[in-house]
């Protein structure tokens, strides 16, 4: 194998070849307390921050602000509004905080933040839905919001803190122009290369210490660490863990990693045979071994071998009621076998109804660990008689072909925390009226009326024991196969003082006490 060095050299050429565009941004250096940093994902040609998860983006930006927010702890804290009062089951009161005003100088007021609700429960909204528990929002004063839901819906508050539902000045084009309140503002975009901001000094809270940032939406993983170790960029996120121990021995710059809420997972193609019965499900997940992903695609540091949907660490978690499905050959094939699926031409390869029984991962490679991961999983099923093979997408075409079902198995990642509560995750994926349920075909009636009476009810310990049930069910009916829990693996050059990472670390990056020093 080529030494790491050698190998980034290769990677430097060959880029430079192939990007003369990167070399414009290469030549702006952090002068001027600009910070650089490599990003997996960006904004299509919307910046609407209601538009799919376009919020996300500019959330970590520091453009926009939502009601309440997570705290590094994942503790829910009030961010543009002060505080809330539960007034009754279905109805909140919201205080916004004084002295908050858009990046256009326009004052934050209650009629800003109805319209940003609004907007969003509008049914022309892709993502409508996910406030369609709210019967009425209405400002009762300039400073003051009354929610009111259709029931008792126990994640309201918690809702809130998604950046679909940031807070957006009205009547200015979001699509192209972003308003919003937070501690940078909107500078300009390049679809598919990067987006700026400079330093808001009006902000509410905190001044933010760089005067601005660039962000660069960089697909390849190898070559986000090729720009942090040639010095071309300040923070890299998400980098390949077959390159950390080298860029360790790099005396410039600080490796950090921490166990996040995001889980790699595989999606189940439930509306297609053989996947539509439960043993073929339940024989994939014991024909995984995840210790051995964990051990060889994720270099031993990118990630903890997953027992159910949440992280052990997660307050919700049932991980540890939880049968784990354990690495175990033996019992994957006799319960393919009890479902019709054996060997009947004695070629070693397992058949069905017929047939061979091959079948096809399909995953996305923005994320460093989805492939090597996807690979390991298909060798895995070859040891066991299955014929399977890895296609690689691009992460929207993957989304496409699961909205229209055309998959057998798909890896896929996913953040469990986002909001700080369960319902977030499991009434998208297990509820049968979820979204990503619609992806797997997942319904049971059980699962159904648990989530429900779990949204109605305010006691914490109630809502456990209906969440513990879900968790123990779907680990059952295996609509999805959990492989790990990532360890985000970013990296910094030691000038950038006050980066940290978060476990719903998707929407936080450019915060008021990032710098750069010397």
């Known amino acids: 194998m080529l030494p790491h060095r050698v190998l980034l050299t290769i990677f430097t050429t060959l880029f430079v070849i192939a990007s003369l565009s990167f070399t414009v941004f290469a030549d702006s250096s952090s002068s001027g307390n600009i910070l650089k940093a490599d990003m997996l994902f960006g904004p299509d040609d919307n910046l609407d921050p ?42 909140y009161r919201i205080s916004l905080r004084e002295g908050v005003t858009f990046h256009d100088g326009t004052p934050l007021d209650a009629d800003a933040v109805v ?37 008792p819906y126990s994640p309201a508050i918690a809702t809130l803190v998604d950046p679909l539902f ?25 679809k598919g290369v990067s987006l700026s901001v400079v330093r808001n000094d009006d902000y509410w809270g905190e001044k933010a210490k760089l005067n601005g940032a660039v962000l660069y939406f960089v697909s390849d993983s190898m070559t986000r660490a090729m ?30 990693s921490m166990e996040t809420m ?53 307050p919700w978690s049932a991980n540890d009621e939880l049968v784990a499905y354990e690495h175990d050959p033996a019992r994957a094939k006799e319960l393919l076998s009890n479902a019709g699926i054996t060997d009947e031409d004695g070629d070693g390869w397992l058949d069905f109804q017929g047939a061979p029984f091959n079948i096809t991962i399909k995953t996305y490679t923005s994320r460093a660990e989805n492939k090597p991961s996807a690979e390991v999983v298909a060798s895995q099923l070859e040891d066991i008689g299955i014929k399977c093979g890895v296609e690689i997408l691009d992460s929207g075409a993957l989304s496409g072909v699961l909205s229209d079902g055309d998959y057998d198995l798909a890896l896929y990642s996913w953040s469990t925390g986002t909001t700080g509560d369960p319902d977030y995750f499991f009434s998208k994926h297990f509820e049968s009226t979820g979204a990503e349920a619609k992806k797997t075909g ?52 030691k000038k950038v003082k006050g980066y940290k990472l978060y476990p719903s670390s998707e929407i936080n990056l450019l915060t008021p006490e990032l710098s750069i020093e010397g």
């Not at 002060?82 to 109805?91: A, H, N, P």
């Not at 940031?166 to 390049?190: A, M, Q, R, W, Y």
């Not at 060889?296 to 903890?304: K, N, P, W």
């Open 227 to 256: 720009q942090l170790e040639g010095g071309d960029v300040d923070i890299a996120r998400g980098l390949p863990q077959s390159e950390v121990a080298g860029l360790k021995e790099n005396q410039d710059l600080e490796i950090l």
């Open 115 to 151: 319209y940003s609700l609004q907007r969003v429960m509008d049914s022309s909204n892709s993502r409508h839905g996910e406030l369609d528990f709210i019967a009425s929002v209405q400002a009762t004063d300039d400073k003051t919001v009354v929610i009111n839901t259709k029931q």
């Open 166 to 190: 940031s807070i957006v000045k009205p009547d200015v084009d979001l699509n192209t122009t972003p308003v919003g309140t937070g501690p940078f503002k909107f500078e300009s975009f390049e």
């Open 442 to 493: 997942y319904s049971n009636s059980d699962v159904d009326e648990w989530l429900t009476k779990a949204r109605a009810t305010f006691d914490d310990k109630e809502r456990a024991e209906y969440y513990n049930k879900v968790q123990e069910q779907v680990n059952k009916d295996c609509p999805e196969i959990y492989l790990f829990y990532l360890n985000e693996l970013a990296g910094a050059n």
């Open 50 to 91: 209601a538009y799919k998860y376009t919020g996300w983006y500019l959330h970590e930006a520091g453009i926009y602000e939502t009601l309440f927010s997570l705290d590094e702890d994942m503790n829910l804290v009030p961010t543009l509004a002060t505080g809330y009062d539960q007034v009754s089951d279905t109805e």
């Open 262 to 314: 995001r889980e790699n997972l595989i999606y189940v193609n439930m509306n297609k045979a053989p996947f539509n019965d439960i043993s073929v499900r339940q024989a994939l997940s014991y024909a995984i071994n995840r210790q051995e992903i964990v051990d060889t695609a994720l270099e031993g540091i990118g990630g903890v071998p997953a027992i159910g949907v949440f992280t052990t660490e997660n």
